[in-house]
C-alpha cells in the first residue's frame, strides 16, 4: 500500500516570496503522484500530477513539483506567490492500476501582504 | 462543464438519525468515491464503487454504507449517525481507466451531528 507524508502542517508567506510544500511518499512498486488545492468553502481541485517522463511537472497557477526517486520526495513549489494563494493544499498518491488515491494530511498555506 | 454536484453545503441532524448524503456526476464516470475530511487527517477514504450496484470499503467504513443504482448517483448513509461522525464528507469521480487520471471533486457537505 502507498502512503504519503506531508511535512509541514502550516506554511505562512508574504506576499511574492518563494514557497515550498514538502511531500514524502512510501510505496514499494511504482507510483503515480498528485498535488491538490482546496481554496475555502471548496471542493478539491487537481493542480499537478506526476506519471511518468519528465521529473518537473508544470501545473496550474505557477505551480511546479519535482519527482525524486532516490529521496521518495514530491514537492511543491512557487516561485512568487499571491493573496489568492491561500489554500490547503494536498499531496496524494496511487499505485500503477489503483482506483484509489490516498491523501497526506495537508498544509495550510497563508499568504499575508 | 464537468461537475460532481453533492446535493447538500450544510446539514445539522441529531444523533440516532438515519442520514443520506447523495452525490451526482454528469460525465459518465465508473468510479465514484466518498471521502471524509478532518482537520489535521486529510482524506480518509469511505467506500468507493467502481460500477453500478459494485462497491469496495474503503479505510474507514465502519458507520457507514452506500448505494449505486445507477452510474451517476452514489449515496452515503449514516445507519445511525454519531456525533463522531461530525465531518466534511467529500464525493469524487473519476473514470475507469483509474486514479491517474484524477479525480473530479464535488464542493463537499458539512455534518453536524448533535
Known amino acids: 500500500a502507498q502512503s504519503v507524508t506531508q511535512l509541514d502542517s502550516q506554511v505562512p508567506v508574504f506576499e511574492e516570496a518563494p514557497v515550498e510544500l514538502r511531500c514524502n511518499y512510501s510505496s514499494s512498486v511504482s507510483v503515480y503522484l498528485f498535488w491538490y488545492v482546496q481554496y475555502p468553502n471548496q471542493g478539491l481541485q487537481l493542480l499537478l500530477k506526476?506519471?511518468?517522463?519528465?521529473?518537473l511537472v508544470k501545473g496550474i497557477n505557477g505551480f511546479e513539483a519535482e519527482f525524486n526517486k532516490s529521496q521518495t520526495s514530491f514537492h511543491l513549489r512557487k516561485p512568487s506567490v499571491h493573496i489568492s494563494d491561500t489554500a490547503e493544499y494536498f499531496c496524494?498518491?496511487?499505485?500503477?492500476?489503483?482506483?484509489?488515491?490516498?491523501f497526506g494530511a495537508g498544509t495550510t498555506v497563508t499568504v499575508r501582504a | 462543464d464537468v461537475k460532481v454536484t453533492q446535493s447538500s453545503r450544510y446539514l445539522v441532524k441529531r444523533t440516532g438519525e438515519k442520514v443520506f448524503l447523495e452525490c451526482v456526476q454528469d460525465?459518465?464516470?465508473?468510479?465514484m468515491f466518498w471521502y471524509r475530511q478532518d482537520p489535521g487527517l486529510g482524506l480518509r477514504l469511505i467506500y468507493f464503487?467502481?460500477?453500478?450496484?459494485?462497491?469496495e470499503k474503503g479505510d474507514i467504513p465502519e458507520g457507514y454504507s452506500v448505494s449505486r443504482e445507477k452510474k451517476e448517483r452514489f449515496s452515503l448513509i449514516l445507519e445511525s449517525a454519531s456525533t463522531n461522525q461530525t465531518s466534511m464528507y467529500l464525493c469524487?469521480?473519476?473514470?475507469?481507466?483509474?486514479?491517474?487520471?484524477?479525480?473530479?471533486f464535488g464542493s463537499g457537505t458539512r455534518l453536524t451531528v448533535v
Open positions: 464503487s467502481y460500477d453500478v450496484k459494485m462497491k
Open positions: 460525465m459518465d464516470h465508473e468510479n
Open positions: 469524487a469521480s473519476s473514470p475507469s481507466a483509474g486514479a491517474n487520471y484524477g479525480y473530479t
Open positions: 506526476y506519471l511518468s517522463g519528465s521529473t
Open positions: 496524494a498518491v496511487s499505485g500503477p492500476n489503483d482506483y484509489k488515491l490516498s
